[in-house]
């Protein structure tokens, strides 16, 4: 079942936690909220504007709720988001370089410093050659927090490049397979070490696996051992998909003819959707928008829900579903319309 909710996300979440009993069933919250940039946000003639102060056009959204008052009133609805989370939930705050910091200090106390994970980086853009006194902005932030040490998470794999391959994998077998090695034993040592091929750990380590599997790697030609005797294990390179994703994205900038001021990239907001949630998850998204995640959660067969105050922003993500692959606005959708509940 998904929702499409228009009112102020604060009665929004109460409605969700009071009357839909969702509190702890929530699994994955993307949140995109205003950045406190002092302006209003257009769209013209169907374009919407990146930014703009333009008084023609129509406003999608205002922005002018500033400093303290605008770090207290996010605070409100993380305290609500945070009782909507799961105990293997993720909350993911998108904002930028101006107003993050303050935002980072809160979320801190909201959600805890130890389940804080990431501040990802974001490159939203090309360079812009704008004279301004400072170097160029072309990244926006992401703060990732899980509800416990205990959150859903899928790896997400990025796939090898050909110069990746090169890098990584310098050996070549005798079959033309490109390979590394990695060492097979790890710093602390155990309790009980075991001798494999008569060799014990070295001083301040301990063996990765289990003697037997190592036996069983060696039994497979698995492990390479060099001219000093020193056994290595074999990684090759075409039984791995990918490399790890660091906390710096460069691939995900915004559409360059977003049809809603500040709408994200769709495929980044995918990676998260797959990493930290699961296909009978639901995923919220309190300040919708154009609907950018309730798109890649429908995408990926996750039960979403949607909340926006402004009749523009829901009209654009209603539009946007239906016309999405085989309707993804759908029968099972519900349309929930609380604008006239007063914040
Ligand atoms: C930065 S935009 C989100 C863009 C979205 N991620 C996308 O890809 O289209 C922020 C949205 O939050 C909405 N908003 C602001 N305050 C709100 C509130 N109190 N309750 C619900 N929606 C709100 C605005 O109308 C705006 O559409």
């Given at each position: 079942m998904n929702t499409l909710i228009k009112g102020d996300n604060i009665n929004a979440l109460k409605f969700l936690i009071e009357q839909r009993q969702l509190a702890g069933k929530v699994d994955l919250i993307y949140t995109d909220p205003p950045f406190a940039t002092n302006v209003n946000f257009t769209i013209t003639d169907g374009r919407a504007s990146t930014i703009s102060n333009s008084a023609k056009g129509d406003i999608a959204y205002t922005d002018k709720l500033l400093g303290r008052d605008f770090v207290e009133y996010i605070r409100e609805r993380l305290l609500l988001m945070r009782e909507l989370l799961s105990e293997r939930g993720s909350i993911y705050l998108h904002t930028d370089y101006k107003i993050g910091h303050y935002l980072k200090v809160m979320m801190d106390e909201v959600f805890g410093i130890e389940n804080f994970r990431n501040d990802i980086t974001r490159v939203k853009c090309n360079p812009k050659n704008f004279k301004r006194i400072g170097y160029g902005?072309?990244?926006?932030?992401?703060?990732?927090?899980?509800?416990?040490?205990?959150?859903?998470?899928?790896?997400?794999?990025?796939?090898?490049?050909?110069?990746?391959?090169?890098?990584?994998?310098p050996k070549t077998d005798q079959d033309g397979r490109r390979y590394t090695t990695v060492p097979i034993h790890a710093p602390g040592e155990s309790n009980n070490p075991q001798e494999f091929k008569g060799m014990m750990p070295p001083a301040g380590r301990h063996w990765r696996t289990s003697v037997e599997i190592m036996d069983q790697w060696d039994k497979e030609g698995l492990i390479e051992w060099s001219a000093n005797g020193n056994p290595r294990k074999i990684i090759y390179a075409d039984e791995k998909y990918g490399k790890r994703f660091q906390d710096i994205w460069t691939?995900?900038?915004?559409?360059?003819?977003?049809?809603?001021?500040?709408?994200?990239?769709?495929?980044?907001?995918?990676?998260?959707?797959?990493?930290?949630?699961?296909?009978?998850?639901?995923?919220?998204?309190p300040f919708c928008g154009s609907g950018t995640t309730l798109e890649a959660s429908a995408r990926n067969r996750r039960s979403w829900i949607g909340i926006d105050k402004t009749d523009l922003a829901i009209e654009i993500t209603r539009k946007r579903l239906e016309a999405g692959e085989g309707n993804l606005f759908g029968n099972e959708t519900e349309f929930i319309d609380l604008s006239s509940s007063k914040p």
């Open positions: 902005n072309i990244k926006d932030m992401i703060l990732f927090y899980t509800k416990t040490t205990n959150p859903i998470w899928n790896e997400p794999l990025k796939p090898y490049a050909e110069s990746d391959i090169v890098r990584l994998f691939d995900f900038k915004d559409p360059q003819y977003p049809i809603y001021p500040t709408e994200k990239n769709i495929a980044l907001i995918e990676l998260i959707v797959r990493t930290s949630s699961e296909p009978d998850s639901i995923v919220l998204d």
